[in-house]
């Protein structure tokens, strides 16, 4: 493999929805009460874009030297694990994306006010922190807060206050739907190295709580994202946003095909499925959104 390819692969690109689903649904809904921004709305998927790709190269250097991926790995390769990238470089990279994040982030401060600076702080600290520090969030049951906390709640929840200024009830449910749905993501990937995970020591909601609680949790976020669009067309939003109810059912369905995974195959089929109803979730209820 040529470096460009490594490193592009060391992002993690199937993840990246992660990142811009909750930009695109707080713009939309700004968009929905015509109060659209496209200059903070740029900054921060650019943003959120840097955040993930500094945590996944995080993960990658992280993990490698903690031990926690190792050969019997079934997922997609990693990196540094793999030998393709020298442990420093991925940890200077990781840093460096990370700082440029938070530089980014700087930008947003004239239109949401100075708290957003430790906002940013957080969001690049806790990128590293989820695999990284004393108390590793990743390794003890707390990757999950991670995701729907910052993934949710306060992406979606600042990307529209820096437009409209101020926050309504429905867009934190917004705001936890993503995040829940995301956050399914990460379900697939701890469901899967389940086994690994347990030899490592890295304790997981599922290391934790076994798989059966996993589904559970993966269902639940499904339900709440099926919640979501019912709610905003009850605050009067349209019929149209009913549309991410069809993404909503796919997790659903998606849960039962989880349940029945058992081949490095299969579980990557998982996880192309869970990004691909994050992303047209994303696309369907802002569709509604601007068109209700």
């Known amino acids: 493999m040529s470096k460009c390819s490594i490193w592009l692969e060391a992002t993690r690109p199937k993840t990246l929805p992660a990142a811009v689903t909750p930009v695109l649904l707080g713009s939309s809904a700004a968009a929905a009460v ?15 874009l840097l955040v993930q790709i500094g ?11 903690k031990g926690g991926d190792t050969a019997q790995r079934i997922g997609p390769r990693r990196a540094v694990a793999a030998g393709l990238v020298a442990p420093p470089q991925m940890r200077r990279a990781a840093i460096g994306i990370l700082s440029l994040a938070f530089l980014c982030g700087l930008g947003l401060i004239p239109y949401g006010g100075w708290w957003l600076l430790l906002v940013g702080l957080a969001s690049v600290l806790c990128a590293w922190l ?65 086994e690994e995970d347990r030899r490592t020591h890295k304790r997981t909601l599922v290391v934790r709580f076994g798989r059966g609680f996993a589904l559970q949790f993966y269902r639940l976020a499904a339900g709440t994202a099926a919640l ?6 009850l605050c009067g939003y349209g019929l149209a946003v009913c549309l991410a109810l069809l993404p909503a059912a796919a997790a659903l369905w998606q849960a039962q095909r989880l349940a029945l995974a058992r081949t490095a195959e299969e579980f990557t089929m998982a996880l192309r499925a869970a990004g691909a109803i994050v992303a047209s979730y994303g696309l369907l209820f802002s569709l509604g959104l601007v068109l209700g």
């Not at 659209?36 to 943003?47: E, K, V, Y």
């Not at 999950?144 to 101020?166: E, H, K, M, N, S």
């Open 34 to 48: 015509g109060q659209f921004l496209w200059q903070p709305a740029a900054i921060c998927l650019l943003f959120a």
């Open 228 to 233: 979501a669009p019912v709610v905003f067309y």
């Open 130 to 194: 989820y695999t990284g520090g004393p108390y590793p969030l990743a390794y003890n049951g707390l990757g999950d807060v991670f995701v729907v906390l910052f993934f949710g709640f306060v992406a979606v929840g600042c990307t529209y206050f820096v437009q409209t200024g101020g926050l309504r009830a429905e867009v934190l449910l917004l705001g936890l739907s993503s995040g829940l749905l995301i956050n399914n993501l990460l379900v697939v990937n701890n469901y899967r190295d389940y």
């Open 55 to 65: 945590t996944n190269f995080a993960n990658d250097y992280l993990d490698a030297v």
